[in-house]
């Protein structure tokens, strides 16, 4: 009889290892609390319009090709992807805007334009940049934080320094513009941290930034869950929606026995959980939970959001697939989601449009409008809070684009704090997880293997790699390998 793993969840982290776990012979049933797959990137259609309604940047192009590769398939026998170009466009505070090429030549002509003598730092970082990318995924994404010794070799003991320096301080050493310092402090925003608090090494991320490209999957990120889902039955995977998991039964041995699954009690010998982590934890009886309350408050969570999906009667001007405002003070923002967690006084935020280059997700003539505000995780979610940021970003935004745009909105949807909590258990309603500083790498993280519960392990944001859509796909594959040697 094929052996049975039950996944609670359904974001990428989970379908990743369902693959690898059906693929390995055992009976996989994934168990989801929502009535659509996908987790945090769900999709939404309303009037024609369809919104994804978690991420949106497809980065890491390889990450995909490999998890696909495992199972000898490719990303496009699911779905076609295009390299956006401009990969996106930054508007800063003098109202000016720059767009980031998607080839490097025209990225290195960008900063020399603005900076003269940038482009040759540039390169010099991007060499280093991509040497921690190979090394990244070569000899560190892909292992499960069980020990330290796992990170150690020679050509990580080289890069250590880099784990105590920050990428703010790499990054300004050589270059002055603020605009391109900006440019080039924001792809570690994925990880979740502050500039001032995330490594050197992951200046990795500036690789998969300028070095790999932007790219978009023709109907969008949903067309990567569909796929996942697709591959997955194909294994014999078994999905179920609407199937809320409330207990995870073990015995006296601390073994798992069962789920408690919409109020009816199921016999499971083996749980992988692709919840949030915290929320995970509290499935279970105090006496058997890894991490206190204590530990998790004290945990640099990445930021949760106040989101609006807008549906435009017009064609929106003078922006990008991707359009980030950088155009107020990032640190004064930073520090009111990290430091002295409030309401942003005067918030950054990122829009896109991907009907610009992807007409399937807008009506013709017509645009949809993402739009994001990061913000403290467990901060206080009114309708008027929202209502207030709502105009608060379309003015900014009509006057940095120079365009009226409210008079053009057919209809809004929002999402924030109550919504991550509700959705998706999310632990004060993170949106992206548990941010990778420091002191949160690698097996600094909650383990991905329960050490009180037998048979019972994690993946996904909160624990190893990190946040993002690559790690969760790379989570997945750990957290089934471990399954799987622990079985064998
Ligand atoms: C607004 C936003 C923008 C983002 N942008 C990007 C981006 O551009 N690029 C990128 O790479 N990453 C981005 N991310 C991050 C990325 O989406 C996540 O890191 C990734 O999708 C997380 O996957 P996961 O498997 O860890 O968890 P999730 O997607 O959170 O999946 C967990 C699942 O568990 C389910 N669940 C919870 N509790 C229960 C229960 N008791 N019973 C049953 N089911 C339960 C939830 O409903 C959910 O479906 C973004 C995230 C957000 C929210």
Known sequence: M????????????????????????????????NDSLGGRARQFKKEGFTFDLGPSWYWMPDVFERFFADFGKKPSDFYTLDKLSPGYEVYFGDRSSLKIASKLAEIYELFENEEKGSAKHLKTFLDSAKENYDTAIKDLVYKPGISPLELVNTTTISRVTQFFSTIRKQVRKNIKSSKLIQILEFPVLFLGAKPDNTPAFYNFMNYADFGLGTWHPRGGMYKVVEGMVALAKTLGVEFKTKATVSKILTDDQKNVTGLVVNGEEIEANMILSGADYHHTETLLDESVRQYSEKYWDKKTFAPSSLLFYVGFDKKIENVSHHTLFFDTDFDVHAAEIYDNPKWPTDPLFYANFTSITDPTSAPEGKEAGFFLIPL?????????????????????????????????????????????????????????????????????????????????????????????????????????????????
């Open 2 to 33: 094929k052996k049975q793993v039950y996944i609670i969840g359904s974001g990428f982290s989970s379908l990743s290892a369902s693959c690898y776990l059906a693929k390995a012979g055992y009976k996989v049933t994934v168990l989801e609390k």
């Open 376 to 488: 403290a995780p467990g901060i206080e979610d009114t309708e008027a809070l929202r209502a207030e940021y709502f105009d608060k970003i379309m003015d900014r935004f009509e006057q940095r684009t120079n365009q009226k745009v409210k008079s053009s909105v057919l209809f809004k949807r929002s999402f924030c704090v109550n919504d991550f909590k509700g959705a998706y258990n999310s632990y004060k309603g993170n949106a992206y997880g548990m941010a990778n500083t420091l002191l949160q790498t690698a097996f600094l993280r909650p383990n991905i293997k329960s050490s009180k519960v037998g048979n019972l392990f994690f993946t996904g944001q909160l624990t190893v790699p990190g946040p993002g859509v690559p790690p969760a796909l790379i989570s997945g594959k750990l957290a089934s390998e471990l399954i799987i040697k622990k079985q064998s």
